[in-house]
């Protein structure tokens, strides 16, 4: 939902950037020519699709906090090493530990017979031996939010919405707060127990989505989870009978403490303005059900190869090209968090980032927030990338993705790089986010994407408005 | 396979049957008209896919020896008796007892992960503790069996052939003994454990498919399971890092006892020979991943819902036709071995029978095994039929379907009515073996199918050849 303000608002921008273009920020014509060739060489190239495979190979899947974390963070550290970036090194990111022990849910009544589900994020476990009550369903969060409180107490709650694939995967901002606000709303109600019908697009597929809720109060909170569109058909078809449904909780799930991983960042450093960079990424941790393919290998290999690519080059790039693999993006962006905190004051040496978390379908629309004397260079970047399918979008923000948009909160100028997301929220936080998901040639030509427009940006004469508290009002996010 | 003799067998059946048209087995023009009005009746009547949403939804998975099982049979009876059946009664099967406690597994090095698997049929338990050891890969069954036991040895044998998607679903044929006889020869040379990539085809889905093996003696068995297709490829792709790789199977299951289960048939008596039978059916136990939809609550509506169909004629038909809910065909064709054993010196009274068990997919292909006198009647039934899209193939026998094979080959005249099987073993045995997977539609010319043809073969004057010992050479499961 984006505010008619808003499109007013970057339309002035646009005019305003048509108007200062000649003398604002520009990409010299032979650093065009270099992003050209870095583009169609990349459009080649399997070096994302070789990142991403070893990454889900060589770690699996790397639920923040775990064992697994861990062997991320040192894969990072060597595979950065190893494509020959010039600097390697990590920032400390704590959490709260999440723990998934296991899981299990059934129809009690009438029907005997169990449920296919996984829990959520910060849900605390049910109680030794299970956690059994009526189900009582809602169809909207908003239905929910209205309901009487009387009919909730001691339930557990059930919301049904069912998710259609979109390009732009919109109908994730109907489900995602059904995952994230439901369950803090039904606690807030007295209910016993949390279930949704899973925020995801696979209509026929026995493997639920997780995703991290709304409590951050572990006193607060009650054991939630999702079910898989075949469960939760099941479970309506059962409640159209129109007898009670019980339901068995059994999550062993919960809270253990807290947890210090890493932010991992590795850099080509610039030769003319080292200490200016172009900051690109993805982040490092994934859901454990997976692999993290999808989610978030490809956007880690995808700023990594992108960089390896710009390394190649004779030469190094103007400004230093920075890839940062973040730590638990999943459970409430707590890298990218603590890299804008840490790095708040140093907003004004980010020429422009944005991150990529969003699968690995092709880049079709590019976006960006930034100063209007930069505008000029936006679109010398637009054109370099239209011949591989991206259209500039001159009136939309540019949000800097998930991690990157708190530095964007900060003032960081970002673009937005938006992926065809038609099948994403099939695989996305499921046991089917494996390695096969990603096909080669659509993650390289994310990867030219990527390469080209960072080095554009590394090698532009002026800046693109990064400054303390630029773009608050932009819009992005919405 | 089939042997060219039998073709050439076919062939001369097929010249003897014109032949001897005139003078055998015919259909009366009343009867094919009446089943002209069932055919259409059925292809836009939903009695068999609620038979199906019934079953899925008020049992769910129903695994032979289940608690799950005996509610199967309960259901069974009291649906035969809701559709106004007018003889409903059961027939004891006794089998071995297979239990699933719980099943992981896992790579423990070089690259430590979880795996998604599912346990086989028959297959012991590990260890307490788990088993863990070296995987020695094969390619083929062949090479399995080629393989020298030293090189096996203690160790867990992978065999990982890839099946394809077909409409007559012929990769199975390839695929089915790599997990019927292939953990056989593996522990006879000394396997410590057992693995194959999923015999099924879908590429990219963590639901491993479930299914018998051929151990018979619980004291030469070793734990063997199936992995997801995904989880083969991460397999094969650490595999291929060319170093020892080590996996932990954590299996709880096997053979617990002796469990009397039940086929459960329903009568539609005949009004003027109640002892001449027409058998139809389909099995009514499943595996336990899913709500065994497709594989055989499916086969099982459809055999009812043809029944009902008949049922609601005016009157009564000259034959009986028999609805047969088999009991454990998954882990060896159990009840359909028992049927016939029973039933084997009353085989002259079974005037034609088929089961359904090849997924709710449309039925292409008609096939019979019947004296050469009776083709005629074939022809007229072909006829019927042809209009909803079934194709006459003249030449092949007709095996009967799973159960019913058993009766076939005890001399029962046998149709095959080959389903499209496209997507059958996308979901065959496993998790997404579910309600969705039925298309009302599709499910509905089956019904049409078995209506039409069941009506005919029972007002038909004349036989179709029962009688014991005949058809054993037809060829009819090659």
């Known amino acids: 939902m984006r505010r008619p303000s808003l499109t007013l608002l970057a339309a002035s921008l646009l005019l305003a950037s048509t108007v200062a273009c000649a003398t604002g920020t520009t990409i010299p014509a032979a650093a065009v020519k270099t992003a050209e060739q870095l583009r169609d060489k990349a459009m080649h190239d399997d070096t994302g699709y070789r990142i991403a495979e070893s990454l889900t190979t060589e770690v699996g899947q790397r639920l923040a906090g775990s064992p697994a974390d861990k062997r991320g963070v040192e894969w990072a550290i060597a595979k950065f090493r190893e494509l020959g970036f010039d600097k390697v090194y990590t920032e400390p990111v704590t959490y709260p530990k999440w723990v998934r022990h296991s899981e299990r849910g059934a129809i009690v009544s009438p029907f005997p ?67 994230v606000q439901g369950p803090v709303i039904a606690q807030a109600k007295g209910a016993a127990g949390y279930l949704l019908r899973s925020a995801g697009t696979d209509p026929d597929s026995r493997t639920p989505h997780a995703g991290v809720t709304g409590f951050r109060d572990p006193a607060k909170a009650i054991p939630a989870a999702a079910l898989s569109n075949p469960d939760a058909d099941q479970l309506e078809r059962v409640l159209g009978y129109g007898k009670p449904v019980t339901v068995k909780l059994d999550l062993d799930c919960g809270i253990e403490g807290e947890y210090t991983g890493a932010n991992v960042i590795g850099e080509i450093t610039g030769a003319k303005y080292p200490d200016q960079v172009v900051a690109i990424g993805g982040h490092l941790d994934s859901w454990d059900l997976g692999t993290g393919a999808i989610d978030d290998a490809a956007g880690v290999a995808i700023a990594m190869g992108a960089g390896k690519l710009i390394h190649d080059l004779p030469q190094r790039p103007d400004r ?86 708190q530095m ?49 940006a590394a090698q532009a004469n002026g800046d693109f408005g990064s400054a303390p508290g630029a773009f608050a009002d932009d819009g992005a996010g919405d």
């Not at 030794?128 to 908003?142: I, N, P, R, W, Y």
């Not at 092709?362 to 054109?383: C, D, F, L, N, T």
């Not at 997301?421 to 994310?446: E, M, S």
């Open 113 to 179: 017979q169990s449920l296919v589900l996984t829990a959520l994020g910060y849900s605390p476990a049910t109680p030794k031996g299970g956690l059994t009550a009526q189900v009582v369903k809602f169809d909207s969060l908003d239905a929910l939010k209205a309901a009487d409180p009387s009919t909730i107490k001691g339930k557990i709650v059930y919301v049904g919405f069912r998710m259609q694939r979109h390009k732009d995967g919109h109908d994730y901002g109907i489900g995602s707060p059904i995952r």
């Open 320 to 405: 230093t090209i920075r890839v940062i693999a973040f730590a638990n993006e999943e459970m409430g962006l707590w890298g990218g968090r603590a890299y804008a905190e840490k790095h708040a004051n140093e907003v004004h040496k980010f020429q422009l980032g944005t991150e990529s978390d969003f699968g690995s379908g092709r880049v079709w629309r590019m976006s960006a927030s930034v100063k209007p004397e930069a505008r000029g260079a936006i679109e010398q970047i637009a054109k370099v990338l239209a011949p591989i399918g991206v259209a500039y979008d001159a009136k939309r923000p540019g949000g800097g993705g998930s991690d990157l948009s």
């Open 408 to 456: 964007h909160g900060k003032g960081m100028a970002a673009l937005s790089l938006t992926q065809d997301g038609t099948y994403y929220f099939d695989w996305h936080h499921t046991a089917n986010d494996t390695f096969d998901k990603i096909d080669p040639k659509d993650l390289a030509q994310n990867v030219a994407v990527y390469a080209a427009f960072s080095y554009m």
